[in-house]
């Protein structure tokens, strides 16, 4: 379901809609991200919904096959990817490093992309505010508007007025009403000729923002009462701060015990300085910027950038909270985290967030007793606990609803971004809001629109 990226062609010129990594196992993943399936010397430029790496991570990697066009997304988005691509590449240079030293990188491998490939994207980038029409072609314009994901995200709008006037809307990743700090989604209004809409959570209900707070306090009572530590797996954007602002609240409300919050990620520390850089596109907006620096900072909350502190916190005795990149459990300092506390039955492994097949955060999630960590087995032995009401994926009411708004005037849709059983959920979502043609493509397949 990662690796969001559809190839437009319209108006004369081709656009991609997102240019995203597959993420998961990684012997069937590199394969996918190995190359981009089209000569991207012949792309004109990029329209991106937002900053997360399954639908920006193979930016570079077009910059490395040719394409030098613009990339269109709102400045928070430009400006997390500025953050994001870097340490993407920083990945793929480490993991290309670790082939090599142990024997399996090939003669004429070489890693997915580089840092210079990632710095280049940067001068490509161009921000556009919301619901603000940019013209991208004399018979394409865009405009981008707030889809509630996170910090920067967005729908795109297409209007192509060459011949007869058609509108394409691709929803991008839809946000959750309700979430702290950004604002809810908004769908566009009117007619639309081809609608492509993501499906992530199209077969399941979440609980609410409420709940899930109310969750996290119990989750850090319970640990802290048997001395253990609370390791939480997070997506550096949009997680990590939802995370410190519902801990600062709970701390408020004397609904947790002083213990430590550390966010062990310089990824996420850099990110945290982005969402500082851009209140303007904040919900209740006059509260939160009100709130000033504390937003993100309070007594308790103690953010890790040295390797050495990071490495303190996993011989660091009592009860804390852990906060680290990646989401997934694929990458970052959660991993050294894992490897030293997922065999102490006092400590808890809170899963906040969706975790795509085969990776190491599902295996957890999923309640394996022996995992692989680091290239070393665990037994594990620690509480795990799933919070479904963090996640940033509009559920299957949500979804509904957004759809609902669009007033039953989408003539076809295409379902995308989603595993087997949320696709044919979404399909089946469109089709009962009086859409008539619904299609769930393959990889690869193309449509005459």
């Known amino acids: 379901m990662t690796g969001s990226m559809h190839l437009l062609e ?62 269109y997304a709102t ?30 990188a090939g003669p004429d491998s070489e890693p997915l992309y580089t840092m210079a490939d990632a710095l280049a994207v940067q001068d490509l980038m161009i921000g556009v505010p919301y619901r603000r029409i940019t013209h991208l072609r004399k018979h394409l314009a ?11 995200s967005a729908t795109l709008d297409l209007r192509i007025t060459e011949g007869d006037n ?29 609608l492509i809409v993501e499906a992530t959570y199209a077969d399941r209900a979440h609980e609410s923002v409420a709940e899930a707070e109310r969750k ?16 939480i797996p997070a997506f550096a954007v949009g997680r990590v701060q939802e995370l410190i602002y519902s801990l600062h609240q709970l701390h408020r409300g004397g609904k947790i015990p002083e213990v ?23 919900d209740h907006r006059e509260h939160l910027i009100a709130s000033g620096a504390e937003l993100f900072d309070f007594p308790l909350v103690r953010y890790v950038r040295d390797v050495e502190q990071s490495k303190a916190l996993n011989a660091a005795r009592g009860p804390a909270i852990v906060i680290a990149a990646s989401g997934m459990a694929e990458s970052g300092r959660i991993l050294h985290h894992l490897a030293h506390g997922i065999g ?26 022996t995992v692989r960590i680091l290239g070393q087995e665990h037994t594990r032995r620690a509480e795990v606990e799933t919070i479904g009401g963090y996640s940033a994926h509009a559920d299957r009411a949500e ?21 087997e059983p949320a696709l044919g959920a979404m399909a089946t979502l469109l089709k009962d809001e009086g859409v008539r043609e619904v299609h769930v493509p393959g990889h690869g397949e193309a449509f005459d629109l």
């Not at 990684?26 to 991200?33: E, F, K, P, Y």
């Not at 929803?171 to 309700?178: A, K, P, Q, V, Y």
């Not at 967030?353 to 295996?363: K, N, P």
């Open 10 to 71: 319209a108006a004369g010129a081709r656009f991609l809609l997102d240019a995203g990594l597959f993420q998961g196992r990684r012997s069937a993943t590199r394969t996918l991200n190995a190359r981009v399936p089209f000569d991207a010397r012949r792309v004109d430029g990029v329209v991106l919904s937002h900053a997360h790496i399954d639908h920006a991570g193979r930016l570079p990697l077009l910059v490395r096959e040719g394409f030098h066009g613009p990339i």
């Open 75 to 104: 400045p928070a988005t430009r400006d997390l990817c500025a953050v994001m691509l870097p340490d993407s590449a920083h990945i793929q240079e480490k993991d290309f490093e670790y082939l090599r030293r142990t024997g399996k």
């Open 142 to 152: 865009l405009e981008l508007v707030d889809a509630g994901h996170i910090l920067g």
């Open 166 to 194: 058609r509108r394409i809307v691709f929803s991008g990743d839809i946000g959750r009403s309700g979430l702290p700090i950004i604002r809810d989604p908004e769908p566009p209004s009117g007619p639309v000729d081809a």
């Open 216 to 231: 996290l306090g119990d989750a850090v009572r319970r640990t802290a009462a048997r001395g253990g530590k609370v390791l």
């Open 260 to 282: 430590p919050i550390y966010v062990d990620s310089p990824l996420a520390v850099d990110i945290t300085t982005v969402f500082r850089m851009h209140p303007e596109v904040f």
């Open 344 to 369: 102490d039955h006092r400590n808890l492994v809170l899963i906040v967030g969706f975790q795509a097949e085969h990776t190491l955060g599902r295996r957890i999630q999923e309640g394996q007793e």
């Open 399 to 419: 979804l509904r609803a957004w759809v609902h708004r669009l007033g039953g005037q989408v003539r076809r849709a295409f379902v995308v971004h989603g595993e």
